[in-house]
């Protein structure tokens, strides 16, 4: 997956929904988390988007447990489709997905590190600090907050700018209704990756925005 301009993926535990989201994404997310038969389900998959796969644990927001986890992970870059997959930057630094890693490394599948903060926004340092890090493992450092004030939102976009002028490709965003519209603001920072619900009704992060109105104002603030 080319993550050299902006991709907006389309979240969703269906695939069977990937022709709705053909009009306004460029990749699919599938939550291998939320569905019954992740693999079965890429198996099966003949849909046109490329795949970024997450299996997003329990202790970082998402319903996985830890026995076969990574391990899933590793099976799905198998799969032609998945271009991509998300590895929790704590896992990386643990040592815990060293496998999957270099699997995904070896099948030419890109890496997306991720780190999430259900509870806030961290100071900017530590925001920097963190992205830093993920990127010296990835081909993406993904970063979701809280925001709970303006100068939250602005923290994180001025982490991102500086991320991507020192060259390194990030995805960043602010989680809640208050840094909502850090989804649709920080691409113009350098933001790489997006990310919206195919169904509205089944949004995978607080404050998401439905995938056509994400799609259009990524694309008015170009």
Do not use: C
Not at 132 to 151: G, R
Not at 186 to 210: E, F, L
């Amino acid at each position: 997956m080319n993550f050299d301009s902006f991709v907006l993926a389309a979240s969703t535990a269906v695939l069977a929904e990937e022709p709705d989201a053909r009009d306004h994404a460029d990749a699919i997310e599938f939550r291998m988390d939320l569905a019954d038969e992740p693999l079965a389900t890429l198996e099966d998959y003949d849909g046109e988007l490329p795949i970024l796969a997450t299996n997003r644990a329990e202790w970082e927001g998402g319903e996985a447990g830890d026995e076969g986890r990574l391990e899933a992970l590793a099976e799905a870059t198998e799969f032609e489709a998945v271009e991509a997959i998300d590895v929790e930057l704590e896992s990386i630094l643990g040592g815990e997905a060293d496998a999957v890693l270099e699997t995904a490394r070896d099948r030419d599948v890109a890496v997306v590190a991720s780190a999430h903060d259900f509870e806030g926004t961290p100071p900017r340092h530590e925001l920097v600090r963190t992205l830093t890090e993920a990127s010296k493992y990835a081909d993406v450092a993904k970063l979701a907050v809280t925001a709970a004030s303006k100068a939250d939102a602005l923290a994180l976009l001025s982490a991102t700018e500086q991320l991507t002028s020192h060259g390194d490709t990030v995805a960043t965003m602010a989680m809640g209704e208050v840094g909502r519209h850090t989804r649709a603001v920080a691409p113009v920072y350098g933001s790489t990756v997006g990310y919206a619900p195919v169904d509205p009704a089944k949004a995978t992060a607080p404050g998401q925005y439905d995938l056509e109105t994400l799609s259009r104002l990524v694309a008015d603030l170009e």
